[in-house]
């Protein structure tokens, strides 16, 4: 299966810095990203779709400039969260759109004080 | 709009008894149904997916079966073992316009007891 690999696994930040979530492809390139947010006892909801080369697209509700989405190459994307709050602390997942059987990321763990 | 239940949210099994978790979808347009095993602090891994024209999958100790007319799915796990206890998501797909784009359950928490 292809594998994905996600860069921290774990955050932890004071409220109003940012941070930045790597995912990468090891073994594949991928056009699309998925990005997932998992609050906790919640569903994995999708916050988003990055698209290589072009602008990424946002999930209603979710705020495009505070969750910053760069897909500068197939087998990186990035997922930056601006200005942190305590609310914004949660299990952040990557899953390209590859084929029919996902495979998802380890997923980060952002916790804001 | 989709909307996916998982009921139970937890589960607590002695070892060896056999587990039934079970998932309903609102909206039976669906392309394809996939249970999710999610280990504490990590990503997921597809266990079993099944096709909307399919009824059932297995997979070892694994058996999913789907009734998309009424909208719900169920994961059986034969002979629990320590190692199963995880948490347990469902999700459905609903477009093949992106695969990964999917509707996932809140998950139901399994812990197998030796």
Known sequence: ?113 | KQEVTQIPAALSVPEGENLVLNCSFTDSAIYNLQWFRQDPGKGLTSLLLIQSSQREQTSGRLNASLDKSSGRSTLYIAASQPGDSATYLCAVLETTDSWGKLQFGAGTQVVVTP
């Open chain 1, 1 to 113: 299966g292809a594998v994905v690999s996600q860069h921290p696994s774990w955050v932890i930040c004071k409220s109003g810095t940012s941070v930045k979530i790597e995912c990468r492809s090891l073994d594949f390139q991928a056009t699309t990203m998925f990005w997932y947010r998992q609050f906790p006892k919640q569903s994995l909801m999708l916050m988003a779709t990055s698209n290589e080369g072009s602008k990424a697209t946002y999930e209603q509700g979710v705020e495009k400039d505070k969750f910053l989405i760069n897909h500068a190459s197939l087998t990186l994307s990035t997922l930056t969260v601006t200005s942190a709050h305590p609310e914004d602390s949660s299990f952040y997942i990557c899953c390209p759109d590859l084929e029919e059987t996902q495979y998802f990321g380890p997923g980060t763990r952002l916790l804001v004080l």
